[in-house]
């Protein structure tokens, strides 16, 4: 049995926790809790309670932590977690920004100890279905993506129940460092990483808030594929829609359903060869029955204690968490400087970016207390 500590008890702390009390996990115990608010910790009287994170890294309570603190602190807790020994699952993103990610990253000890991060929607049968047609080559070449992911909608309650949220001292961003690393990771693992970002965007369009709530970003590749992304917090209803254009067709994910629209001939091939001046390749529509959306964070949290118990491989290793952190700098850096920015990012650059729009902040947040809800819906 793995004895796991939850590290931060707020919205998604909360629910992990409820996920391995209610038994929709095997092989874990909720061994301890940490969270520097005493009153969240009374709620779990099967755990031992620290209001010290150091403290608890430092017993011999657990074997594993999950940790789900404000942003910043991922880097921090992760590094002295590793040091320690325990396995690691953390929040995403894995880090705020490239460099901390790096630092995170350098104190992996590798072998037996177990370092995974929480992308949940990597468990998502249209996303590995679609992965599966790109790695195996039945789509063959990507020319172009279009994500629109306007779909993670929230209210100016939501900026106000904490602190730290929308802040650059608190978060480090907004929809890209929150709500995003979801579809930014999930973009780098399909498509890998464009060589050029050009993105725009507004700070604080729909919310009072000093980061970002609505952008939209242009990804250039070196061999002409291109893509386009666009997402916002302040659209009801929202829009989640992806579609790829390949050589072999054209996919397109939204509300629930996965359609596959397949040429007869390849693109490329069928334009240099047909002899008509409008024809076009015939086609086929494919139907890829898919069920539901995957099992989310238990499934992720099964496959970290497996992996931790068992040696089952990673859904998602924290290693290639820093991937969409460089993409989310990558996109936030070209909005704040309007302009485009090459990859591999300048970590050291994007720090002192942050650093200083840390220091010249001048926004005042309100904050109000709000009662727990089920999160469910939010993702």
Not at 88 to 111: C, F, M, Q, T
Not at 183 to 195: H, I, K, M, R
Not at 267 to 275: G, I, L, P, V, Y
Request: overall charge negative; proline content about 4%; glycine content about 10%.
């Amino acid at each position: 049995m793995l004895k796991l500590g939850i590290i931060g008890l707020g919205s998604m702390g909360t629910n992990h926790a409820r996920t391995i009390l209610d038994e929709k996990v095997e092989g874990v115990e909720l061994s301890a809790v940490c969270d520097s608010h005493e009153h969240l910790l009374a709620q779990y009287p099967e755990a031992h309670p620290f209001t010290d994170s150091d403290a608890l890294l430092e017993s011999d309570k657990v074997d594993a932590v999950l940790i789900a603190t404000p942003h910043y602190s991922h880097t921090t807790i992760g590094i002295k977690a590793l040091e320690c020994g325990k396995h690691v699952l953390v929040e995403k993103p894995i880090s705020v920004h490239k460099a901390d990610a790096e630092r995170l990253i350098a104190a992996y000890r590798g072998g037996d100890q177990v370092f995974a991060a929480m992308f949940n929607q990597r468990t998502d049968p249209y996303y590995r279905k679609l992965r599966e047609l790109i790695v195996g080559g039945e789509l063959g070449e990507v020319r172009r993506v279009n994500w629109i992911v306007t779909d993670w909608f929230r209210t100016e309650t939501y900026y106000k129940s904490g602190g730290w949220r929308a802040t650059w001292a608190g978060e480090g961003g907004g929809v890209l460092l929150n709500q995003c690393p979801h579809n930014l990771d999930l973009y780098q693992w399909l498509f890998g990483l464009p060589q050029r970002v050009r993105a725009f965007g507004q700070i604080g369009r729909y919310h009072d808030i000093e980061v970002e709530d609505d952008v939209t970003a242009y990804f250039e590749y070196d061999n002409g594929k291109h893509g386009v992304f666009i997402t916002s917090t302040g659209e009801a209803p929202g829009t989640n829609r992806l579609e790829v254009a390949a050589e072999r067709g054209k996919v397109v994910i939204e509300r629930n359903r996965f359609t596959y629209t397949r040429n007869e001939t390849p693109m490329s091939e069928f334009c240099q060869s047909a002899a008509g001046r409008f024809a076009s390749p015939g086609t086929w529509n494919v139907e890829i029955p898919l069920p539901g959306h995957g099992g989310q964070h238990a499934e992720v949290i099964q496959n970290f204690v497996d992996a931790a118990t068992k040696g089952a491989e990673l859904i998602a290793p924290a290693t290639e968490g820093i991937h969409s952190v460089e993409l989310g700098n990558a996109i936030l850096q070209s909005l704040l400087e309007e302009r485009t920015v090459t990859l591999p990012l300048d970590a050291g650059a994007y720090e002192a970016l942050l650093k200083k729009k840390i220091a010249s902040s001048t926004h005042k947040k309100e904050t109000v207390e709000v009662a727990t809800e089920d999160m469910a819906g939010s993702f």
